[in-house]
């Protein structure tokens, strides 16, 4: 077999992991820290820097290729993986999926997957683990074969080479204002995230986040460059809900009354109420999407909490409970499952986002691209870190590599044929 050992490096992740639930209770922020007791298991302090463990597969010829595995920034909520522990995860990655790694063959990718990740102990091994060992995999796949990343996804899947690429969307983090203004200056395609995640950000009955939304949109009328027409995608995280109330059609007028202040944009509105459960946030989530839709209007409900597994994933799509569905990466556990995501989403219709967390690495986000230019998502997150520079620069850059690569294959092929 091609892998002869395994490595394993404690990391850092690009931003902090945060305890949603005592900061949607009413936690104070100081400076950057939040003030109070953590609720969420796992938290020992409302905000925690992130941690993540990268795991190398050494090949025969003594290359190293590596994934990078952490949580969410909002581990813990949502029906999500609880907060990621480097060394609980370290000892099973060593003791159970190590060896399972030096027993596979890793240039084909679908079917080592499906060997080191077979349940454990009747249990699905911890998501985190799926998702940096199929970074890894990959890497080693595409090595091998000497193709790309995208290209091992494409042939495994029976996907055409793309040719187009996949729109990027940044998230501002709390400096809003300053990074709005570098979204607009980079032309990014789709703009801010907002992080709406307070009652003090949201206001009372919406204002204060209606107030932003206005400002972004006559911000980027007035420095963007003529013809930039981005589309304006705002995570809300359940506020809607929290403050309007939880009646499908009370969210979907205030939904349209946000639409209304911003004529001519393309409005997303993610995590617009959070329902308590799965199947309780699809019934209501798709009676949103009705109403909308019903109306003709341009703003487009995007799911995140509650949506994690692929399993999820597929529900929420056959019962068109989104618009659009984040895909978020680390949730969704191996990559193989985020393109087989996309996928579902696109044979049912609905919109397909390859989102991901801040808390992210490189690694991740380079691989997250791959996936979302072989499937030809929708659009794909700027990532890691909650700051534009640095995540765009790493997703746009490996995004035009990519294609690069890609076309110059392509024009190969068409020689040879």
């Known amino acids: 077999m091609q892998i002869k050992d395994v490595l394993l490096a404690p990391g850092n992740g690009a931003f902090f992991y945060d305890d949603q639930a005592a900061i949607r209770s009413g936690a104070n922020q100081d400076g950057f820290i939040y003030v109070g007791e953590p609720t969420t298991p796992g938290f020992t302090s409302l905000r925690v820097p992130a941690s993540s463990l990268s795991v190398g597969l050494v090949l025969t010829d003594d290359t190293i290729v590596w994934g990078d595995m952490m949580g969410v920034q909002y581990s813990g909520a949502g029906g999500r993986d609880p907060l990621f522990d480097t060394n609980q995860i370290s000892e099973l ?21 499906a060997k080191v990740f077979e349940p454990f102990e009747h249990k699905r091994l911890p998501l985190a683990i799926e998702y940096g060992v199929s970074q890894a995999l990959l890497r080693a796949t595409a090595y091998l074969q000497r193709v790309t990343m995208a290209e091992v996804v494409c042939a495994e899947f029976d996907l055409p080479l793309p040719t187009c690429r996949v729109p990027i969307y940044c998230q501002s983090g709390d400096a809003r204002e300053i ?31 209606m107030e932003f939304v206005k400002w972004v949109a006559t911000r980027t009328r007035q420095i963007g460059r003529p013809g930039y027409h981005p589309v304006l995608h705002f995570d809300v995280y359940g506020w809607i809900g929290q403050e309007i109330g939880l009646e499908p059609q009370s969210i979907a007028d205030f939904i349209c009354k946000v639409a209304d202040t911003i004529p001519g944009f393309t409005l997303n509105i993610e995590a617009p109420a959070d329902f308590g459960s799965t199947q309780a946030q699809i019934e209501n989530y798709a009676k949103i999407v009705s109403i909308l839709d ?47 995501a996309v996928l579902i989403c696109k044979a049912n219709k609905v919109g397909a986002y390859v989102g991901g967390s801040c ?49 110059r294959r392509r024009t190969q092929n068409e020689i040879i044929g």
């Open 359 to 407: 808390t992210e690495t490189d690694l991740s986000a380079q691989a997250s691209v791959h996936v979302s230019v072989a499937t030809q998502a929708d659009m794909m997150l700027a990532k890691p870190g909650m700051g534009v520079d640095e995540a765009f620069s790493i997703v746009g850059n490996e995004q035009n590599r990519l294609l690069a690569m890609l076309n």
């Open 294 to 340: 019903e109306r003709g209007s341009r703003t487009r409900v995007v799911v995140d909490e509650r949506c994690n597994t692929l399993e999820d994933i597929r529900h929420f799509a056959e019962a068109k409970a989104a618009h659009l569905v984040q895909i978020k990466t680390p949730d969704v556990g191996s990559l193989a499952d985020t393109a087989r």
């Open 179 to 209: 990074n709005v203004d570098k979204m607009i200056l980079k032309a990014v395609d789709v703009l801010p995230h907002g992080l709406i995640n307070s009652r003090q950000k949201f206001g009372v009955d919406g204002q204060n986040f």
């Open 93 to 113: 990655t060593s003791r159970v999926v190590a060896p399972r790694l030096l027993d596979v063959d890793a240039s084909c990718y679908l079917e080592a997957c």
